[in-house]
């Protein structure tokens, strides 16, 4: 956003030590809506983008539709919208009424727990259970055995994830490649980005706990013309229609997680906003001027955007501090960030401490690089993520390993 020529000032709220170096950061909650809306006013600012999801699934865009903000353009979708996120059981029942293909499920709820034991008893195994709400990337588990299952149904439904799993969503296993599919929309038209795939797990080779995501490529070398064209034919173009059939208000990005089985793609989620570590491929790889996407998408002109493609591929790896994704210090002092050299440095749990650099979440940093393959990207990515060092950090070097 910081690059191009239409923005001539760029605040974040809250932002981080990278973000600083883009724009000016704002020390604002964006679940503080009253906050966002007062700076808004008295920056006159005209646009504003909404990154994460829980001011969208709380309904920041209905916010600004107040009289007051009328000329501030609002880059995200409505509360209702944004439900696709929001609630596994929302999207759910949109999938089967678009008839978007997907995993087969039921959903109980806490007054419901002997029904779901039991109908975990009649499954085949691996099963997957989802928290219906918002838990921050971990509350999908996959369980090898109906006694696992059955024990984490009654956990979930008991409040482990809090509100967020007061439904939980039981659903068939599928078992094939992921990959990820970004879609800009205005709510009747829409642009597709570049594809990516992401890695979740802790551990090399795919093992260990879910994360929010420790590294992406983009492009997929399995994703080619014929797909991409199921991938729109049955998923894309039916979620668009689905939007505008139930009169959803939708201007913002549609992330579609996929799996690939038998050679037929299947919706896993969708997520309303951009997703992270893919945005940090898929961004890199977009040529065209972000700014002037986003007023496409505000001016309901995104089906006639054209989206133009770096032709190299582009590798992130995610820098994790040690203990992640279960408990973990802050604070610690981060070195050789300024040593490392041909890669994008996008910060996520970094702050400044006084004139210090410092851990201040799990994800701390996602280095990017471009090469003519993805292996080539990725092994500057690796390079770099050697260089920087902080104590307790944790890298996977694997990222495309199944490629």
Do not use: W
Request: glycine share 12%; hydrophobic share 40%; aromatic share 8%.
């Amino acid at each position: 956003m910081s690059q191009s020529p239409l923005c001539d000032q760029l605040f974040i709220a809250p932002g981080n030590a990278g973000t600083a170096s883009c724009g000016t950061n704002v020390p604002l909650s964006p679940n503080d809506f009253e906050a966002v809306g007062a700076f808004v006013q008295q920056e006159g600012i005209k646009m504003l983008v909404v990154g994460p999801e829980e001011p969208l699934v709380r309904g920041i865009y209905d916010y600004f539709q107040q009289e007051a903000f009328q000329d501030v353009a609002v880059i995200g979708p409505s509360g209702p919208a944004a439900q696709l996120e929001g609630s596994k059981a929302f999207a759910k029942t949109f999938m089967d009424e678009f008839g978007i293909p997907t995993a087969s499920y039921r959903e109980f709820t806490a007054d419901q727990v002997d029904e779901g034991v039991a109908y975990l008893a009649t499954q085949p195994t691996p099963i997957v259970l989802k928290a219906d709400g918002l838990a921050a990337g971990k509350g999908v588990l996959i369980c090898q055995s109906v006694a696992e299952a059955q024990a984490e149904l009654k956990e979930m439904l008991g409040g482990k994830f809090g509100a967020a799993s007061a439904r939980v969503v039981i659903e068939e296993f599928l078992d094939g490649i992921e990959f990820s599919v970004f879609v800009a929309t205005d709510g009747k038209g829409y642009a597709v980005l570049p594809v990516a795939k992401d890695y979740k797990r802790i551990g090399e080779g795919d093992t260990g706990l879910n994360t929010g995501g420790m590294g992406s490529i983009s492009p997929v070398s399995f994703v080619d013309d014929a797909l991409m064209q199921k991938v729109e034919d049955l998923i894309i173009k039916p979620t668009i229609e689905g939007i505008q059939s139930r009169q959803l208000i939708y201007k913002g990005f549609v992330f579609i997680g996929l799996i690939l089985v038998k050679g037929e793609p299947y919706v896993i989620e969708y997520n309303c906003r951009m997703g992270d570590p893919e945005t940090e491929v898929v961004f890199p790889r977009l040529q065209s001027d972000l700014v002037s996407l986003l007023q496409a998408i505000d001016e309901n002109k995104i089906g006639q955007f054209e989206i133009e493609k770096d032709p190299r591929a582009a590798a992130a790896v995610i820098v994790v501090s040690g203990g992640y994704p279960g408990a973990y210090e802050k604070g610690k002092a981060i070195r050789g960030v300024e040593e490392t050299e041909g890669s994008l440095i996008f910060h996520a749990g970094t702050k400044m401490d006084g004139d210090e650099l410092v851990t201040n979440g799990g994800r701390v940093i996602a280095i990017t690089s471009y090469g003519d393959d993805f292996q080539a990207a990725l092994a500057i990515s690796n390079k770099n993520a050697e260089v920087i060092q902080f104590e307790g950090k944790n890298f996977r070097k694997d990222i495309g390993f199944d490629l």
